[in-house]
């Protein structure tokens, strides 16, 4: 079952490589007394996520951080190298944090798990957008199909806070 509004954001671990390697990204202390903005994607490179959902976040940072979130974060069913290589080529670095999800812990326990499998993709994260304040889930704007992005892009986010 998906998250909604009200609900604790569950607990588990992700990873992000960053400058000083491999760190572990635990949801209870990243979610913490904080503003976040987490997007979850079908996968880093692939065209609708590279062409609009992760660039909408990155331009609208300012104007994100300016109405009181704390850190933007983009979760992708793909390894810590992918989304690191995937975060420089976008230009991320400093506005939004990527954070993989290699497993799929937290997509499933979110309930944004999707199969892909028709596109060669596997298991997969659905095309949605939270708005979470110190771990209680605030917004939840989930897409009806993972190539559309009507609903969880950054200036949707925007205009509902």
């Not at 994100?64 to 991320?92: H, P, R, Y």
Request: charged share 25%.
């Amino acid at each position: 079952m998906a998250i909604k509004v009200g609900d604790t954001i569950p607990s588990v671990t992700m990873k992000q490589l960053t400058d000083e390697g491999m760190q572990d990204v635990v949801t209870d202390e990243f979610f913490k007394g904080r503003t976040v903005a987490v997007f979850g994607v079908p996968g880093a490179f692939t065209p609708t996520c590279s062409a609009k959902h992760l660039p909408g976040f990155i331009e609208n940072h300012g104007k994100l951080t300016g109405k009181g979130v704390d850190e933007i974060a983009c979760v992708s069913v793909n390894d810590a190298f992918v989304m690191q290589a995937w975060g420089k080529d976008q230009g991320a670095g400093g506005k939004v944090a990527m954070l993989a999800d290699g497993n799929g812990d937290f997509t499933r326990a979110v309930g944004m798990e999707i199969d892909a499998s028709g596109f060669g993709m596997g298991k997969r994260s659905a095309r949605y957008s939270l708005l979470v304040e110190d771990g209680v889930v605030k917004q939840v704007n989930v897409e009806e199909a993972p190539g559309q992005m009507k609903v969880s892009s950054a200036e949707s986010m925007l205009d509902r806070l």
